[in-house]
């Protein structure tokens, strides 16, 4: 295939999808990601509230328990948050019992994350306070509708190179 080829690599983009004439903020993409990221970030906040916790505490404590964030560093980039609020969240709930931080033996710099057993009790609860509030969110959705939105919420992801 040659360079003009139009089907070898990826398609050009399609400035036309954004057209900045066009733009109404309450209609784009991005606009309507983050209202509906904040309605269900604010429905899980008012779920885990019975649970003495907050929504961000309830993210790391799932995502040490799932091993998706095993270090400070790694819960600052899941979080996608400047290390120093990630060290008053850790710090909080490490007050309460919930988390404990230790710092590696063959690397003084990396510090892991570990739960209680108080964090992992809260910790096993989450998933059914999660999924409670996805299926409010998302009732009347097909699970063909919802596997497309999660494929293309991933392609968005994948297409951040930064």
Do not use: W
Not at 67 to 85: H, Q
């Amino acid at each position: 295939m040659s360079k003009d080829d139009p089907t070898s690599g990826p398609p050009a983009p399609d400035s036309a999808l954004f057209d900045p004439a066009k733009y109404q903020m309450s209609d784009s993409v991005g606009y309507l990601l983050q209202r509906a990221k904040n309605t269900l970030a604010h429905s899980v906040e008012q779920e885990v509230s019975s649970l003495d916790i907050t929504h961000a505490q309830a993210s790391c404590l799932i995502m040490i328990a799932t091993g998706r964030a095993g270090t400070v560093t790694d819960l600052g980039r899941e979080l996608n948050t400047d290390m120093g609020s990630v060290t008053r969240l850790l710090s909080r709930m490490e007050k309460r019992g919930l988390v404990a931080r230790q710092r590696r033996d063959d690397d003084r710099r990396v510090v892991d994350l570990l739960l209680t057993e108080q964090g992992q009790a809260l910790a096993d609860r989450l998933p059914t306070i999660f999924c409670k509030v996805l299926s409010q969110h998302f009732k009347g959705f097909s699970a063909d509708e919802l596997q497309l939105l999660k494929s293309m919420l991933r392609r968005v992801i994948d297409n951040y190179s930064g």
